[in-house]
């Protein structure tokens, strides 16, 4: 290999033979550098590479502009300014202190094994990212890829993106060509697998699984990748300790790296929408910014909240009321109002399935959306316990419960009365099944808790494998079901939930792959429908690209950052101008 002194010596030749294109000493040392990290990239050309680089950074200064003769650092990274601290970006998160210490100490030792002249390659790990949706999971990922090129460790800042179901074939044999396509793709970069939980764990063994698993093990250990490829695992934390706990110790010693995503709570995302407002020069009025923290406060405990996803949602729903009014003649502030975010949490509720209250003589219950406990299966007979005693049937919600989850077609309003006195001396204490030990396990599951949203429902999955592996119930679901089931002692509730865990198990899995199918479709929905105005937009400004007739050759336009070009490069548009004709 050349040294960087002959690197050098081959990029100056290179731009003499450019038309003397000229480089200032840090410009030529950040092109020369862009090129030494590829060292470690499968089939590093060297001097290729180093034409091949000033060639690229010839293309970027001519598109900046055609009478150039001097490199900027601009053209060499590719960025319009001069790269910052790859880090400094993170800081301004919410809850991101912890990362970005543990960043900085990666950093730190790094650098100091490069001072050393030890192989810094060592430092280089595989990660676990555990936290809910819209933690910062992926931004953090393109943080540290960022990070490990600009330290020479990674040969390409580029982050791969990939769910675990994308590595998973329909056939034996196809799971591991995705597998093979995505580590090529990462290769000497970051490989990032979301919902990385599906690879294993006690719910979801498969044999399409474990071939991925056994794939991405087999790649990792390969010397194209090992110490050039990272590797991380993202996924709900509870459900990805479940997965590393049940997969082999291959798979959990390769990842030794593990950071964790907290929540964020109301005054997080009052502080980042804030500091959206104030960036577009927009703020929140006092009175709104007290209304919408007060609404934040309840819109973090909703079963289908992400978090920063979420807060950025807002932040473009105030844009909107506020553009509404403006139509209507009825601004009088540059700021945000009361009446702003009284529409933006209108229409933010609006896009989520609302909560079911049904009302009898005997409870209310709340039904979560989108899908509701599992299905008790009465046909199913269970062990035959003692009847509660009569002050103690309305404690055991008959009516309510039989409407939520017998599965069949009643609605809350067909609901009827339930007649105590005919209750007390006719009915069972379970009626529409002869297993009270599965009713009362799924009640004390619901008074519990775990059925108040999607994050609780996914907890009590993990809480009921833990019971059918062997473990206990917790005490609050075991009072709930002693009260339901008296007079039957503690260890006699305990044996008879026992044979049910299964059953309630089976049911909850169900409902919340429901849930996570509809989320995804709604995002899905959403993604295609901004790509579809992104390519009409493009389709209109290329027809009045044509009929203005501005390149004389004929050339097609191409978008160049904030303008346009025809591709002989004699031409250009602004995007603005653009805006203003179409």
Same mark, same amino acid.
């Given at each position: 290999?050349?040294?960087?002194?002959?690197?050098?010596?081959?990029?100056?030749?290179?731009?003499?033979?450019?038309?003397?294109?000229?480089?200032?000493?840090?410009?030529?040392?950040?092109?020369?550098?862009?090129?030494?990290?590829?060292?470690?990239?499968?089939?590093?050309?060297?001097?290729?590479?180093?034409?091949?680089?000033?060639?690229?950074?010839?293309?970027?200064?001519?598109? $900046?502009?055609?009478?150039?003769?001097?490199?900027?650092?601009?053209?060499?990274?590719?960025?319009?300014?001069?790269?910052?601290?790859?880090?400094?970006?993170?800081?301004?998160?919410?809850?991101?202190?912890?990362?970005?210490?543990?960043?900085?100490?990666?950093?730190?030792?790094?650098?100091?094994?490069?001072?050393?002249?030890?192989?810094?390659?060592?430092?280089?790990?595989?990660?676990?990212?555990?936290?809910?949706?819209?933690?910062?999971?992926?931004?953090?990922?393109?943080?540290?890829?960022?990070?490990?090129?600009?330290?020479?460790?990674?040969?390409?800042?580029?982050?791969?993106?990939?769910?675990?179901?994308?590595?998973?074939?329909?056939?034996?044999?196809?799971?591991?060509?995705?597998?093979?396509?995505?580590?090529?793709?990462?290769?000497?970069?970051?490989?990032?697998?979301?919902?990385?939980?599906?690879?294993?764990?006690?719910?979801?063994?498969?044999?399409?699984?474990?071939?991925?698993?056994?794939?991405?093990?087999?790649?990792?250990?390969?010397?194209?990748?090992?110490?050039?490829?990272?590797?991380?695992?993202?996924?709900?934390?509870?459900?990805?300790?479940?997965?590393?706990?049940?997969?082999?110790?291959?798979?959990?010693?390769?990842?030794?790296?593990?950071?964790?995503?907290?929540?964020?709570?109301?005054?997080?995302?009052?502080?980042?929408?804030?500091?959206?407002?104030?960036?577009?020069?927009?703020?929140?009025?006092?009175?709104?910014?007290?209304?919408?923290?007060?609404?934040?406060?309840?819109?973090?405990?909703?079963?289908?909240?992400?978090?920063?996803?979420?807060?950025?949602?807002?932040?473009?729903?105030?844009?909107?009321?506020?553009?509404?009014?403006?139509?209507? #003649?009825?601004?009088?502030?540059?700021?945000?109002?009361?009446?702003?975010?009284?529409?933006?949490?209108?229409?933010?509720?609006?896009?989520?399935?609302?909560?079911?209250?049904?009302?009898?003589?005997?409870?209310?219950?709340?039904?979560?959306?989108?899908?509701?406990?599992?299905?008790?299966?009465?046909?199913?007979?269970?062990?035959?316990?003692?009847?509660?005693?009569?002050?103690?049937?309305?404690?055991?919600?008959?009516?309510?419960?039989?409407?939520?989850?017998?599965?069949?077609?009643?609605?809350?309003?067909?609901?009827?009365?339930?007649?105590?006195?005919?209750?007390?001396?006719?009915?069972?204490?379970?009626?529409?099944?002869?297993?009270?030990?599965?009713?009362?396990?799924?009640?004390?599951?619901?008074?519990?808790?775990?059925?108040?949203?999607?994050?609780?429902?996914?907890?009590?999955?993990?809480?009921?494998?833990?019971?059918?592996?062997? #473990?206990?119930?917790?005490?609050?679901?075991?009072?709930?079901?002693?009260?339901?089931?008296?007079?039957?002692?503690?260890?006699?509730?305990?044996?008879?939930?026992?044979?049910?865990?299964?059953?309630?198990?089976?049911?909850?899995?169900?409902?919340?792959?429901?849930?996570?199918?509809?989320?995804?479709?709604?995002? $899905?929905?959403?993604?295609?429908?901004?790509?579809?105005?992104?390519?009409?937009?493009?389709?209109?400004?290329?027809?009045?690209?044509?009929?203005?007739?501005?390149?004389?050759?004929?050339?097609?336009?191409?978008?160049?950052?904030?303008?346009?070009?025809?591709?002989?490069?004699?031409?250009?548009?602004?995007?603005?101008?653009?805006?203003?004709?179409?």
């Amino acid at each position: 290999d050349f040294d960087d002194m002959q690197l050098e010596d081959i990029a100056l030749h290179a731009l003499q033979q450019a038309g003397g294109i000229t480089a200032p000493l840090d410009v030529l040392l950040a092109l020369v550098k862009s090129v030494t990290v590829q060292r470690l990239a499968p089939n590093f050309g060297n001097a290729g590479t180093m034409v091949t680089a000033v060639q690229q950074a010839l293309q970027r200064m001519i598109t $900046r502009d055609l009478a150039a003769t001097t490199l900027t650092m601009s053209d060499v990274s590719g960025d319009q300014a001069v790269a910052t601290d790859p880090l400094e970006y993170l800081s301004t998160l919410c809850k991101t202190e912890h990362i970005v210490q543990e960043l900085r100490l990666l950093q730190a030792v790094i650098e100091q094994q490069r001072r050393d002249g030890v192989d810094t390659r060592g430092g280089l790990k595989n990660y676990l990212f555990l936290g809910n949706a819209g933690t910062g999971k992926t931004t953090v990922a393109r943080t540290m890829a960022n990070m490990l090129h600009a330290l020479g460790l990674l040969s390409r800042n580029v982050v791969v993106t990939r769910t675990a179901q994308d590595l998973q074939g329909a056939y034996i044999g196809q799971t591991k060509d995705k597998v093979n396509a995505a580590m090529a793709e990462a290769s000497g970069g970051v490989l990032f697998i979301d919902e990385a939980y599906t690879l294993g764990g006690s719910g979801h063994r498969s044999p399409y699984a474990q071939e991925a698993v056994d794939q991405l093990i087999a790649l990792m250990t390969e010397p194209e990748h090992l110490g050039r490829t990272v590797v991380i695992l993202a996924g709900y934390r509870q459900a990805m300790e479940d997965m590393i706990r049940h997969s082999n110790e291959g798979l959990r010693s390769r990842f030794t790296g593990r950071i964790e995503f907290p929540n964020w709570d109301a005054d997080d995302c009052l502080r980042y929408i804030r500091e959206a407002c104030r960036k577009e020069r927009r703020p929140l009025e006092a009175p709104a910014e007290a209304l919408l923290y007060e609404a934040l406060q309840v819109a973090v405990t909703h079963p289908s909240w992400s978090n920063a996803r979420d807060c950025i949602t807002m932040q473009k729903l105030l844009y909107n009321a506020l553009a509404v009014r403006n139509v209507q #003649g009825r601004v009088t502030t540059n700021s945000y109002s009361v009446e702003d975010v009284h529409s933006t949490m209108d229409e933010w509720q609006r896009l989520r399935p609302a909560v079911v209250v049904i009302e009898s003589t005997a409870t209310v219950l709340p039904l979560p959306p989108p899908v509701a406990m599992p299905v008790p299966m009465a046909s199913i007979p269970g062990p035959a316990l003692p009847a509660p005693p009569a002050r103690d049937r309305d404690q055991a919600m008959v009516a309510p419960h039989q409407a939520v989850h017998s599965g069949g077609d009643t609605l809350p309003s067909e609901v009827e009365e339930v007649d105590e006195e005919e209750d007390i001396v006719e009915e069972t204490p379970f009626p529409g099944t002869d297993d009270p030990a599965l009713i009362a396990l799924e009640i004390a599951c619901q008074e519990a808790g775990y059925d108040d949203n999607h994050h609780r429902r996914k907890e009590l999955i993990h809480m009921l494998q833990r019971v059918l592996d062997g #473990g206990v119930f917790p005490d609050d679901v075991i009072d709930v079901a002693m009260r339901l089931m008296a007079p039957a002692s503690r260890a006699e509730t305990i044996t008879s939930l026992r044979p049910q865990v299964r059953r309630v198990l089976t049911g909850v899995e169900q409902a919340v792959a429901a849930e996570e199918a509809h989320l995804r479709e709604v995002e $899905r929905i959403r993604d295609e429908e901004e790509r579809r105005v992104f390519v009409e937009k493009q389709a209109r400004f290329q027809e009045q690209l044509r009929s203005m007739q501005l390149c004389p050759a004929g050339y097609t336009w191409q978008r160049c950052g904030d303008y346009w070009r025809c591709l002989g490069g004699s031409h250009c548009v602004s995007e603005a101008e653009l805006e203003q004709l179409c």
